[in-house]
C-alpha cells in the first residue's frame, strides 16, 4: 500500500505533491502558496519549507511575508527567521513600524504583542 502511494505521488507533478502533502500535515496550501508567490514577485527567496515550519508552528505566514516585503523596500536588512520568531512570540506584525525592526529593535517590537501571548493556532 505505502509503495503505491508513493509510486503514484512520484508520478504527480511536483506541485500538485507538495499541494497534497500540505494538506496531509494540515497546512493551508493557499496561504502558503499565496505567501510565497508575493515573496517571490518582491524578489525575496524564502523557501516554501521554511513558510510550511511556520504555519505548522501556528504562525501567521501571510503577516510575515508583508513586513518582510516592506521592511525591504525600506532597505532595511531584517530576515524572515527574525519576523517569523516576533510572530511566534506573539507581535501583532500588521500594526508594527517596519523601521522598528532596524538594527535588531526587538525591544521595540515587543510593546506590539498581543495581549495573552501568542497567536491562536490554526483552525
Same mark, same amino acid.
Given at each position: ?29 493557499? $496561504?502558503? !502558496? &499565496? ?16 513558510? +510550511? *515550519? ?34 511566534? $512570540?506573539? !507581535? &501583532? ?16 517590537? +515587543? *510593546? ?12
Amino acid at each position: 500500500m505505502i509503495n503505491k502511494l508513493t509510486d503514484w505521488l512520484s508520478s504527480l507533478p511536483f506541485v500538485w505533491a507538495r499541494i497534497l502533502s500540505m494538506q496531509l500535515r494540515g497546512i493551508d496550501p493557499h $496561504e502558503v !502558496v &499565496d505567501a510565497r508567490v508575493r515573496a517571490v514577485s518582491a524578489k525575496i527567496d524564502i523557501p516554501i519549507e521554511a513558510l +510550511e *515550519r511556520h504555519y505548522l508552528a501556528g504562525g501567521h505566514v501571510t503577516a510575515v511575508v508583508d513586513m518582510l516585503i516592506k521592511t525591504k523596500y525600506r532597505n532595511l536588512n531584517v530576515d524572515f527567521d527574525t519576523i517569523a520568531q516576533k510572530d511566534l $512570540e506573539g !507581535v &501583532d506584525l500588521p500594526q508594527v513600524d517596519p523601521d522598528e525592526f532596524e538594527n535588531n529593535g526587538s525591544q521595540r517590537v +515587543e *510593546r506590539y504583542v498581543c495581549p495573552g501571548g501568542a497567536h491562536e493556532p490554526h483552525a
